[in-house]
């Protein structure tokens, strides 16, 4: 089937995508609405866009995946959960469909990719959406974005070990961090909320990411 020929089919599929999302828990309408409509087989290579609506996690090269639709849904909820965030930073942009859902519903989106030629692909396809609300960077997350701190929430797509010190430093106080935390065998979604003091942390459930690696690659 060509591209178009999933366009056509893929408002259904999306519907029945967001049925299941809600069965599953998602209750934000806001997260469902622009899941309904974000076409995220655009996000995928040609040969596996036929599953893009499955549940399911993508490959999308250099040993990456495009998280599974409940998990996006779900990180994007938590992040929303305190009103509609104004200026966001998220780390891990790889094929850019989580930064598509994040953009309609945040203010200003900032996203830190470590390998470029995922970066790449990204800014493409979020100009073919006409998706303007985003700033593309290629560098070490695990750095943030200093210029533009402090941020209302951050969302990381990659798992570190524990609480990244600097991401909480770029929040500002009141501000959450959505990020899974641990290593291959066993991660918590965790939501890390700044205070005056210091961070609060709250795991919320059971994860499954791609490690967050330092350093860039080309
Ligand atoms: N949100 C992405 C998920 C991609 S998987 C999507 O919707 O497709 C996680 C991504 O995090 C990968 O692209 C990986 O290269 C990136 N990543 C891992 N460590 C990173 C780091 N330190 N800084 C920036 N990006 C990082």
Not at 110 to 130: G, H, T, Y
């Amino acid at each position: 089937m060509n591209r178009d020929g999933i366009g056509m089919t893929s408002q259904r599929t999306r519907a029945r995508l967001v049925e299941r999302l809600f069965e599953q828990g998602i209750t934000d309408i806001r997260v469902l609405e622009v899941m309904r409509t974000t076409p995220r087989h655009l996000f995928v290579d040609e040969a596996l866009a036929h599953r893009a609506y499955e549940d399911a996690a993508l490959p999308i090269g250099f040993n990456q995946t495009l998280s599974q639709p409940y998990t996006v849904a779900r990180m994007t909820e938590l992040l929303l959960a305190g009103g509609r965030p104004a200026n966001v930073l998220e780390i891990g942009t790889g094929s850019g469909y989580q930064t598509a859902v994040l953009a309609q519903l945040v203010g200003e989106l900032c996203s830190v990719e470590r390998i470029r030629a995922l970066q790449e692909r990204a800014r493409l396809r979020l100009r073919e959406l006409k998706i303007y609300n985003v700033a593309l960077r290629h560098g070490d997350g695990f750095a943030g974005w200093p210029s533009r701190a402090p941020f209302d929430g951050i969302l990381t797509t990659a798992a570190p070990r524990s609480v990244p010190e600097e991401l909480v430093r770029q929040l500002r106080v009141g501000g959450r961090l959505v990020i899974p935390i641990g290593d291959d065998r066993s991660q918590r979604l965790t939501v890390v909320t700044r205070t005056e003091g210091g961070h609060e942390a709250r795991e919320v459930e059971p994860a499954r990411f791609v490690p967050l690696v330092s350093g860039t690659v080309r």
